[in-house]
C-alpha cells in the first residue's frame, strides 16, 4: 500500500510541470476566453484592474452586425478552396515519388523544403515573385499571356491577392501533406497495384480506382487538418497583404488579432466572442468532414 | 531499339517497350516542373544575396537576375553590420534553446508516470492531454497575452517559451518510447536499490535518446521559424525579436535593401536547413519515423 502512495506521489511530481503549463497557457484560456466572448472587457479595463462585466450575447450581435466580419468570415470560406486544390496535388504528388526511381530521393527533401520555411522568410521571397516586375508577370510575358503595360503587382490587386496568398500556403503546404501520403501509399499492398495493371487499368484508373478508396483514411485525417488550417489562416495575410487591398485578404482571425491588438481601444470582449464564432464553424467543418467521409465509404 | 525488339519477339510487353523510356522522361519532366515550384524562390534570394550591388543590377533583370556575373560576399557583411543581425539571431538561439530545453524536460518527465505508472486520476490526465488535440484554440492567443502581462512576462524571453513547452505531441512522442523498453530492465534497477529520478535519468533518457532527439529537431524548426507568438509577445519590445520577426523589419526600413534582405533571409534559412539535412528521414518519414 505504502509503495502505491509513494508512486502516485512521484507520478504526479514528474506530472507537475507539464500539469500546471497546460492548466495555465491551454485549459485556462479556453474556458476564460470563451467566458470573455459575454463580456464587455477592454484594454482599458485590464488596465485598470476592472473585472470583464457579463453583457450576454451583445457581442456576439455585434460581431455578427458588422460587415468587416462577415467579410473576414466569408474570406476564411473562401479560403477553404485550398484543401481539394492542395490534397488532391500532395496525393498526387505522393503516387509520384512513391515509386523509387534513381534521384527520388533529392525529389522528396525538395518538395519538402517550402513546409520547413518560416511564413516570413516566404513572405520576404514571395513578394519579389507577386511582385510588378517579378518573376510571376516575367514568366507570363515569357508565355506571350500578357505585357508588360498590363502588368500589375499581384499582392496590391484587390482581385488576386487573395490568390497570391492561397498560393503561397499550397507552396508551403504541399510536402507536408506528400509525407503523410507517401506513409500511407508504403501501406498499400503492390499485389492489388499489380493485379490492376494486369487488368489493364491506367494509371488514371488506378489512381482513382485503386489509391484514392485505399488511402481514404489518410484522405479523411489530412483533410480535416487542412480544412482547420486554412479556416484559421492568419499568419499568410499578416506578412504578405496585412489583410489587404481592400480587405480582400481579411480573414476571420485576422479580426479577432486586429480587435484584441489593434486600433484604439483593445476590445477583447468583442474578439473572443468572434474567436468563438470561428471555433463553432470549425466544429461544423470537422463534422461535415467525418459526415462526407464516412458516407462515402458505405457507398 | 528495333534489333533489340526483334531479338525477342516473343516478349509480351512489346508493344510497350517504346513507352517506357517516354513514361521515365515524363515523369522526370513532371518531377523538374515541380522542383522548380518548390526550390525556385531559394534560388533566386541565394542569387541575389550573392550579387554584388555596386554593379548597379536590377534584382528583376531576367534572367541575369538569376545567374550573378559578379559574385560577392559583401551583403552578408552588410546586413549583419547594417541590421545588427547579429543581435537578433541571438535571440532566435536563445529561444529555440529555451524552448527546446524546456520540452524535452517537461516532456520526458511526464511521459514517464504515464508510460509506466498506475496511479488514480491517470486516465483523466491522459484524456485531458488527448482533449489539447482537438480543442479550439481561436482565442488562447488573448488571454495567454494577458496572463503574461499580469505575471510580468509579456516583452520577455520567457513569455514566448513557457506556454509553448507543454504539449501532447512531445509527451506522446515521449510515452511511446517509454512503453518501448523492457520492463524486467526497470525491475532489475528496483531491486538493486534504484530511485525513479535515477531510473529516469540513467536508463530511461538514455535509450530513449532518438525519440529525444527527434522531439528536440522538431522543436528547433517549428521554434525557429514561429512569427505569429514571438511577434505578439514581443511587440513592446523589437530588441529581443528573433529573426522570423526581425527580417520583416529588414522589408520596411527606409533604405530598402533587397540584396540585404536576402543575405538575411539566407542567414536565417541556412541553419534549419542544415537541420532538415542531417535529419532529412526523420521529416520525410513523418510522425511514424520519430515514434520508431
Known amino acids: 500500500m505504502q509503495v502505491h502512495w509513494r508512486q502516485s506521489l512521484m507520478s504526479y511530481t514528474f506530472l507537475a510541470p507539464a500539469l500546471i503549463l497546460l492548466a495555465v497557457f491551454t485549459f485556462y484560456p479556453l474556458l476564460y476566453g470563451a467566458y470573455l ?118 499582392l496590391n490587386s484587390e482581385q488576386w491577392a487573395f490568390w497570391a496568398v492561397m498560393l503561397v500556403t499550397f507552396w508551403r503546404g504541399f510536402g507536408y501533406y506528400m509525407v503523410l501520403y507517401l506513409a500511407g501509399l508504403q501501406a498499400i499492398p503492390e499485389e492489388l497495384e499489380e493485379a490492376a495493371i494486369l487488368d489493364g487499368a491506367s494509371a488514371w484508373q488506378r489512381f482513382w480506382r485503386v489509391t484514392v478508396p485505399l488511402m481514404r483514411p489518410t484522405i479523411l485525417l489530412c483533410t480535416l487538418l487542412s480544412t482547420i488550417a486554412a479556416l484559421r489562416v492568419l499568419e499568410e495575410v499578416l506578412v504578405l497583404t496585412n489583410g489587404g487591398p481592400l480587405n480582400s485578404t481579411y480573414t476571420a482571425l485576422m ?45 | 531499339m528495333s534489333a533489340r525488339t526483334a531479338a525477342a519477339p516473343a516478349r509480351v510487353a512489346r508493344p510497350v517497350s517504346w513507352r517506357r523510356p517516354v513514361n521515365t522522361a515524363l515523369r522526370y519532366a513532371l518531377l523538374g516542373v515541380i522542383l522548380i515550384f518548390a526550390v525556385f524562390p531559394f534560388v533566386w534570394t541565394l542569387a541575389i544575396a550573392l550579387t554584388d550591388k555596386t554593379a548597379g543590377s536590377s534584382i528583376y533583370a531576367f534572367p541575369q537576375s538569376l545567374l550573378p556575373s559578379r559574385v560577392t560576399l559583401h551583403n552578408f557583411v552588410d546586413v549583419y553590420r547594417t541590421f545588427s543581425l547579429g543581435k537578433y539571431l541571438w535571440n532566435s538561439v536563445v529561444i529555440t534553446g529555451l524552448t527546446v530545453l524546456g520540452t524535452l524536460l517537461v516532456s520526458a518527465l511526464a511521459a514517464y508516470p504515464l508510460a509506466r505508472f498506475r496511479f488514480p486520476g491517470r486516465g483523466v490526465i491522459f484524456g485531458l492531454i488527448v482533449l489539447t488535440l482537438v480543442l479550439p484554440g481561436e482565442t488562447t492567443f488573448i488571454v495567454n497575452t494577458l496572463t503574461l502581462k499580469n505575471l510580468g512576462l509579456l516583452g520577455t524571453h520567457a513569455g514566448v517559451v513557457l506556454p509553448t513547452i507543454a504539449g501532447a505531441f512531445g509527451i506522446f512522442l515521449m510515452r511511446q518510447a517509454f512503453l518501448a523498453i523492457p520492463a524486467a530492465l526497470l525491475e532489475a534497477a528496483r531491486l538493486d536499490g534504484a530511485s525513479e529520478l535515477t531510473i529516469l535519468t540513467r536508463i530511461m533518457l538514455p535509450l530513449t535518446r532518438p525519440s529525444l532527439a527527434a522531439l528536440g529537431i522538431f522543436t528547433t524548426v517549428t521554434t525557429w521559424n514561429a512569427y505569429f507568438w514571438p511577434m505578439l509577445v514581443l511587440s513592446g519590445a523589437p530588441d529581443k525579436a528573433p529573426l522570423a520577426v526581425a527580417v520583416l523589419k529588414l522589408k520596411g526600413q527606409f533604405n530598402y535593401d533587397p540584396f540585404n534582405i536576402a543575405a538575411g533571409s539566407i542567414i536565417m534559412m541556412l541553419p534549419v536547413l542544415l537541420v532538415f539535412l542531417a535529419a532529412q528521414r526523420l521529416f520525410l518519414r513523418g510522425m511514424e519515423g520519430a515514434v520508431k
Not at chain 1, 73 to 85: C, I, R
Not at chain 1, 107 to 121: G, H, W
Not at chain 1, 140 to 148: N, W
Open chain 1, 37 to 154: 466572448g459575454f463580456t464587455e472587457y477592454s484594454g482599458a479595463r485590464f488596465a485598470n484592474h476592472l473585472p470583464p462585466q457579463w453583457v450576454g450575447l451583445k457581442n456576439f450581435e455585434t460581431v455578427l452586425g458588422d460587415p468587416l466580419f462577415r467579410t473576414a468570415l466569408a474570406n476564411s470560406v473562401k479560403y477553404l478552396l485550398v484543401v481539394p486544390a492542395l490534397q488532391l496535388a500532395s496525393l498526387a504528388v505522393a503516387v509520384l515519388v512513391a515509386k523509387n526511381i534513381p534521384g527520388i530521393a533529392l525529389f522528396r527533401a525538395a518538395y519538402y523544403v517550402p513546409v520547413i520555411t518560416s511564413v516570413s522568410l516566404a513572405a520576404v521571397m514571395w513578394e519579389w515573385v507577386f511582385n510588378r516586375e517579378g518573376t510571376l508577370n516575367w514568366l507570363l510575358r515569357a508565355l506571350h499571356l500578357t505585357t508588360p503595360e498590363a502588368a500589375f503587382g499581384w
Open chain 1, 255 to 299: 479580426y479577432v488579432y486586429a480587435k484584441a491588438f489593434q486600433g484604439f481601444d483593445f476590445d477583447y470582449g468583442v474578439a473572443s466572442a468572434a474567436g468563438l464564432v470561428v471555433a463553432l464553424v470549425a466544429l461544423l467543418l470537422s463534422a461535415l468532414n467525418f459526415r462526407f467521409f464516412h458516407r462515402e465509404e458505405q457507398a
